[in-house]
Antibody, heavy 119, light 112 residues
Framework: QVQLQESGPGLVKPSQTLSLTCTVSGDSITSGYYYWSWIRQPAGKGLEWIGRIYTSGSTNYNPSLKSRVTISVDTSKDQFSLRLTSVTAADTAVYYC???????????WGQGTLVTVSS | QSVLTQPPSVSGAPGQRVTISCTGSSSNLGAGYVVHWYQQLPGTAPRLLIYTNSNRPSGIPDRFSGSKSGTSASLAITGLQVEDEADYYCQSFDSSLSGSEVFGGGTKLTVL
């Protein structure tokens, strides 16, 4: 079965760029008709969808984050990535990657990685 | 303020039935977009519980069921068990402001 694993720095300074990678294992990222998403969750708070990418490279972003977000895919490595620019303390959260199909439900999820924005 | 509104908390005794509501608007649930539900146990990633309004993935007990009508959706849990204590989230699509996947604010289920 497919598994997802997030990786990247756990600490980012304010105003800098947050970069995370999600590695897909158990199947090719290009297998089937799937979208690949990033979702985040500040401590003690709810879930926020950041955006998604299809393996063709087409993307959709949360309008509230669109100006700062870029999601890309590297099909040769079965990976997709998140870049979030000009971060502030409000971007401190656990970041999850997840897969969705044409009905856009998220399954499975990665285990999540905590990113703290602090100087 | 979440686009989808859930009660912050619900509770029930073991064996009882509880329901969690998810209220939207004409730009999401009312527009016909489907709803999905997730369970998040403490310290873990969310897990898909119900997809496309009322479907259970393999491995999810039939104690969990979902429904949707108009601008609202509900998750029902029967035969409540201690291990059901978790946060529950609904998710749908909202067509306003260029469109976005949206989540409810989450509901904390306490099993008394």
């Amino acid at each position: 079965q497919v598994q997802l694993q997030e990786s990247g720095p756990g600490l980012v300074k304010p105003s800098q760029t947050l970069s995370l990678t999600c590695t897909v294992s158990g199947d090719s990222i290009t297998s089937g008709y799937y979208y690949w998403s990033w979702i985040r969750q500040p401590a003690g708070k709810g879930l926020e969808w950041i955006g998604r990418i299809y393996t063709s490279g087409s993307t959709n972003y949360n309008p509230s984050l669109k100006s700062r977000v870029t999601i890309s895919v590297d099909t040769s490595k079965d990976q997709f990535s998140l870049r979030l620019t000009s971060v502030t303390a409000a971007d401190t959260a656990v970041y999850y990657c997840a897969r969705s199909d044409r009905d856009y439900y998220f399954d499975p999820w990665g285990q999540g990685t905590l990113v703290t924005v602090s100087s | 303020q979440s686009v989808l509104t859930q009660p912050p908390s619900v509770s029930g005794a073991p064996g009882q039935r509880v329901t969690i509501s998810c209220t939207g608007s004409s730009s999401n649930l009312g527009a016909g977009y489907v709803v999905h539900w997730y369970q998040q146990l403490p310290g873990t990633a969310p897990r898909l519980l119900i997809y496309t309004n009322s479907n259970r993935p393999s491995g999810i007990p039939d104690r969990f069921s979902g429904s949707k009508s108009g601008t609202s959706a509900s998750l029902a849990i029967t035969g409540l068990q201690v291990e059901d204590e978790a946060d529950y989230y609904c998710q749908s699509f909202d067509s306003s402001l260029s469109g976005s996947e949206v989540f409810g604010g989450g509901t904390k289920l306490t099993v008394l």
